[in-house]
């Protein structure tokens, strides 16, 4: 199996293998959703079985608890858990503060409500996801199904009167039908190009009737592992504001590499 990660695989990886250093014996994890987060999810898988790591996981999406379960991280819901030590999730868009945009996989709802209910977040991520401001990535926007294009006109109406650049907004399809989050809710992708003000943006969006929650998080990471294609990392923590930059070892022959499919 040497050699067989693409670079934007091996960055991923990385930022994954890195972020997974926080995570200490009888810790409750939440666990992201997306590619990036399910090499966090096998890294865990890992530690749990080779060196016997006790944690128990709060998924974000129904594709997330599956794979938790195929790698053998025991996984809790978030009421069962309570509260949790840290997150570790992918995302869209990172700028300098650490505002984020997330919801490119459809389980933004669920991801905003573990993340917030961590001690810590940490987003794990390549630097194609790092922006000087945030809206190239369309914003999602999750919405209940009933009269979802009622929502979608007063979201676009909305806009007229935000610092954004664009203000269509398309409902996302999945194939010929509307694609439908875990939570059986609509999403809208919001066309922003920038948003000026990313903390405005939120609390507007989330008092439209219809609207469930919206991708933005903001004030909710605390550190990004951004990986990259030669196997280093930066760790950013915007709480004591170091920056420091590390070698990963990757060693391709790992079970993580041959045992366990997508
Ligand atoms: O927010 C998300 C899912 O809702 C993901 O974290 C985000 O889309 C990044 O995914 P990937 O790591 O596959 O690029």
């Known amino acids: 199996m040497s050699g067989t990660l693409s670079p934007i695989d091996k960055a ?3 930022a994954a293998k890195r972020a997974v250093d926080y995570v200490e014996d009888g ?19 890992e530690m749990v079985r080779q060196d016997g790591l006790k944690i128990t996981g709060v ?36 700028d300098h503060n650490l505002n984020l945009i997330k919801g490119g996989g459809g389980a933004l709802l669920m991801e905003k409500i573990v ?3 961590s001690d810590q977040m940490i987003v794990i991520a390549d630097l194609s996801k790092q922006v000087e401001t945030l ?28 610092d954004v650049l664009g203000r269509d907004a ?6 010929a039908t509307p694609f439908i989050t875990d939570e059986g809710n609509y999403i809208l992708d919001l066309h922003l190009r920038r948003i000026g003000n990313p903390r ?34 930066e760790v950013r923590d915007i709480n004591n504001g170091t920056v420091a930059h590390e070698q990963i070892d990757v060693v391709e022959t790992d079970n993580l590499f041959v045992d366990i499919a997508d």
């Open 59 to 94: 998924a974000t999406s129904t594709r997330t608890a599956e794979l938790a379960q195929k790698v053998g991280v025991p996984i809790v819901t978030l009421d069962e858990a309570k509260w949790l030590d840290l997150t570790i999730d992918g995302a869209d868009e990172y």
């Open 12 to 14: 991923k990886f990385v």
């Open 27 to 45: 810790m409750k994890v939440g666990l992201g959703t997306g590619s990036t987060a399910a090499w966090m999810v096998k890294c865990l898988g």
């Open 200 to 233: 405005q943006l939120s609390l507007v969006m989330n008092q439209i009737p219809g609207v469930v929650e919206n991708g933005l998080f903001i004030d909710i990471c605390d550190v990004v592992v951004i990986g990259n294609g030669d196997g280093s990392v």
């Open 115 to 117: 993340a917030t209910a």
């Open 170 to 175: 398309s409902l996302r399809m999945n194939g």
């Open 135 to 162: 809206g190239s990535f369309p914003l999602p926007v999750e919405v209940i199904p009933f009269g979802w294009q009622t929502t979608k006109a007063l979201v676009e109406e909305t806009l007229v009167n935000l």
